[in-house]
């Protein structure tokens, strides 16, 4: 499919230029055209997400059930605690108390679980800006934390926007921005987690690529290189493009290459660093292994899950019944997704992206339950289905997604959160 160049918006401000023109005129064209490009977007994914939102508090105070577990572990006070919980205790403690990196060994520990857990698992951008936030406004870090994720989703939105507007035209990004606020998985956005942080710098790296804003895309990546260890999946697409615009152009090599260069510095700094204070360079990934059991083994763990699930047996690593049933009914349809979106031609960057978030995602053992939530940066899978529905008109577009977003308050939130573990 042809691509479709991004809206322009440089004539208003041409036409404010000159003697005449009001102080400060151009400034206001441009956020006039940022508005009318992005709004319909964000506005769009704002709406859905919220009635999701509110579904998902819904059922958390119909059931009750949070008031019987511990703060730390989908418990809590209230219904809106549990967004706080899991991750987002940790996330807490690093934006409250920093980092202590270190290998401490469980003394009898369970198979798997030998060295105990500390907060430098988890990467520093997202509580850093929790703290800002939370020093900058005077909220706690709950209220800080919410504000930041919030934000991002919907910064997240109109990268996803401008992806597919490129691709398909405004209204598939419109659309694409609404599946993405009820896909799998989804209530991990307004939660205390780094997801929609990291999706917004994902998206906007990839619209840099394909806009051969060679420096950008790498500044951008190189700072989602320290919101989650994910990013190797990004770094590796933007530098896989990098080279490939090498080998074509021939001439012009300093941005590409200055992308190349920058993109990982944010991922290899934080995992050298944790490497450093702990006294072993690969501190990190032993704190993934031995205090997580969250490690890459090639998809045995996925398929012990899937076979676990289609016999009707929780025989396998955090097994969560319900939890797990959505998670293979997603890997199921990632075959059909993925060739749906490879049909469409897209730019490199999207495809090896995608791929490589899938291969990280199904090769690497861990919650199983998880998968839709591990599953949300591969926001291209959703193109293929918003430029099929972008045919549709808005009431049946309003209907469509409008039960979706009830519908991802279940499946997206309570079952993630109160079913299984985020």
């Known amino acids: 499919m042809n691509a479709i160049p991004a809206v322009a918006s440089d004539a208003p401000e041409r036409r404010s230029e000159g003697p005449g023109a009001a102080p400060g005129a151009g400034w206001r064209d441009r956020a006039r055209a940022l508005v009318l490009r992005f709004g319909p977007a964000v506005w769009c994914y704002a709406v859905l997400k919220l009635v999701g939102f509110t579904v998902f508090m819904k059922l958390l105070s119909f059931s009750g059930d949070y008031l019987k577990k511990h703060p730390r572990f989908g418990g809590g006070a209230n219904p809106w605690d549990v967004l706080a919980s899991w991750d987002g205790w940790w996330y807490q403690q690093v934006a409250e108390f920093g980092y202590h990196p270190a290998l401490v060994p469980v003394a009898n520990g369970v198979p798997g679980f030998t060295v105990e857990q500390n907060s430098a698992a988890f990467f520093p951008l997202y509580p850093g800006l929790m703290r800002l936030v939370s020093d900058t406004t005077g909220l706690g870090l709950y209220g800080a934390g919410m504000l930041v994720s919030v934000v991002a989703s919907l910064f997240a939105a109109a990268g996803i926007h401008a992806v597919v507007d490129r691709l398909a035209g405004p209204r598939a990004g419109v659309v694409a921005a609404g599946l993405w606020a009820i896909a799998p998985g989804s209530g991990a956005e307004w939660a205390l987690y780094s997801d929609s942080l990291f999706v917004a710098l994902a998206s906007w790296a990839c619209y840099c690529v394909m806009t051969r804003q060679w420096v950008a895309a790498g500044a951008v990546t190189l700072v989602a290189g320290l919101n989650r260890p994910t990013s190797a999946a990004l770094i590796g697409a933007v530098g896989l493009a990098a080279l490939v615009e090498l080998y074509r152009r021939g001439s012009g090599v300093v941005r590409p290459l200055t992308a190349m260069l920058l993109a990982p510095l944010g991922l290899l700094g934080y995992v050298g660093w944790v490497g450093w204070r702990a006294g072993e360079w690969g501190a990190y990934f032993t704190l993934q292994r031995d205090a997580w059991l969250h490690y890459f083994d090639y998809g045995q763990g996925t398929f012990y899950a899937v076979r676990g699930v289609l016999l009707g047996r929780t025989d396998y690593p955090f097994a969560y019944p319900v ?83 009830i519908a991802s308050g279940w499946y997206g939130g309570y079952v993630i959160f109160e079913l299984g573990i985020p």
Not at 345 to 359: G, S
Not at 369 to 379: E, H, I, K, V
Request: aromatic share 8%; glycine share 6%; hydrophobic share 65%.
């Open 323 to 405: 939890a797990d049933l959505l998670a293979t009914l997603i890997v199921f349809s990632l075959p059909a997704l993925i060739v749906l979106l490879i049909r469409l031609r897209p730019p490199l960057v999207l495809t090896a992206y995608t791929l490589a978030t899938i291969v990280s995602v199904l090769g690497s053992l861990g919650i199983f339950g998880n998968t839709s939530r591990y599953l949300l940066p591969a926001f291209p899978l959703l193109i293929a289905l918003a430029v099929a529905m972008r045919k549709l008109s808005w009431p049946v577009l309003a209907a469509v997604l409008g039960t979706g977003a």
